[in-house]
């Protein structure tokens, strides 16, 4: 891959963060639950006061230490990218709630109309990184992780990863408030929605691959992963 593709790719990348991070933060704002691996991030911040960004880099830190520790030799240095993309989603999305600011969509309609709007832009950004096909965010690298060392199909591990973040979710919350907050029917919904939305937005942006596609020079580069062949729904 030339250096100027991989620039391009890099920066289509960036913007897959941000849409990604903005459609999180509407999702929240919906206040009807958060996705699936917001989840715990969004409980936690919920009682104590540090941001949900913050938290989301503290959980991406404690998956990329997860990676470290299963695949060892395996864990290969590009592969540490992954600390900085955490670093800017993890801004990005407290930047997404700030710019939300007191956003509260009244009744009950117009909460779902919010929920879905923020997993159609979840769900694009979704596929705006796998077009760029640059960097694994921390959740889905965790689980290919966990997918080469006990030979499990991506989807169903994906599934399971989910589920097991919201589980968490709720028993955090109900150890920390005594009831179950940011975990509702919202999580669920965007769990079955947003990688139908990803694959959606695939389809139809499948052209600007080719337009950030340059034959290639004397000095190619490689991205460290190639994600186009594991499920990604964002969540």
Not at 8 to 35: C, E
């Amino acid at each position: 891959m030339v250096k100027r593709e991989l620039t391009a790719r890099y920066l289509f990348f960036i913007m897959g963060l941000f849409v990604n991070a903005f459609g999180i933060s509407l999702i929240i704002k919906a206040n009807l639950g958060s996705s699936p691996i917001s989840s715990l991030p969004y409980t936690l911040s919920l009682k104590f006061p540090v941001t949900l960004g913050q938290f989301t880099l503290l959980l991406n830190a404690l998956l990329i230490a997860g990676q470290i520790w299963l695949l060892k030799k395996d864990f290969k240095k590009e592969q540490l990218l992954q600390i900085p993309v955490a670093i800017l989603f993890s801004f990005f999305i407290d930047c997404s709630m700030t710019l939300l600011g007191d956003f509260a969509p009244a009744g009950y309609a117009s909460q779902i109309l919010s929920l879905v709007a923020g997993c159609a832009i979840l769900g694009l950004g979704v596929s705006i990184e796998v077009i760029a096909n640059v960097v694994m965010l921390s959740g889905e690298a965790f689980v290919k992780a966990i997918t080469l060392r006990t030979g499990k199909e991506f989807g169903i591990t994906k599934i399971g990863f989910d589920t097991t973040l919201a589980l968490l979710a709720c028993a955090a919350s109900l150890l920390l408030a005594g009831t179950i907050e940011g975990v509702r029917e919202g999580t669920i919904i965007a769990a079955l929605i947003v990688g139908l939305f990803a694959r959606f937005f695939n389809r139809r942006l499948g052209f600007i691959n080719k337009m950030i596609t340059f034959a290639p020079d004397k000095t190619p580069i490689q991205p460290y992963e190639n994600n186009r062949n594991h499920r990604t729904d964002g969540n």
